[in-house]
């Protein structure tokens, strides 16, 4: 748990990517949304979100990209299935329903969330700022991305590490 002592509802919503090209270091790409309660604001991603971090993850990978994901209701929209068709450097495959172990990301927001148990920020910018930084370590220990997708024992190959 990590408490935020800022009055009102506030939350923060991650969403990221490992992304794993064969003779490279494994890459996590990732966005943060902080949602501070003011009116008409949005609480958390939207398809627009996830097409805006899939345009990125192209433009910085360069070349083709093999998406594997979870069943989120946005994943699988019919403005998101609009937008993957339109795609043809993107092909997705959806993990079957219920299998958070075959997600390497989940890995990541366990790690984070460890990193982060027992602390207390006062304003939601504060741990904004931290979360953040805790990501960019992560982005940082390639072996550690590799254990994340080793452990879901998927076969994923990067002979690099």
Known sequence: ?????????????????????????????????????????????????????????????????????????????????RYLAARDWLTVFHLPPHAPELNPVEGVWAHLKRSLANLTKHSIDQLMRLIKTRLKRIQHRPALLNGLLAHTHLPISNSSY
Do not use: C
């Open 1 to 81: 748990m990590v408490r935020v002592t800022a009055r009102g509802t506030h939350r923060i919503s991650l969403a990221a990517l490992l992304a794993v090209k064969p003779g490279e270091r494994p890459r996590l790409i990732y966005r943060a949304h902080a949602y501070r309660g003011r009116k008409d604001e949005k609480k958390g991603f939207d398809e627009g979100d996830y097409i805006r971090l899939l345009d990125a993850a192209h433009q910085q990978l360069g070349g083709p990209i093999v998406l594997v994901w979870d069943n989120l209701n946005t994943h699988r929209s019919a403005r998101m299935r």
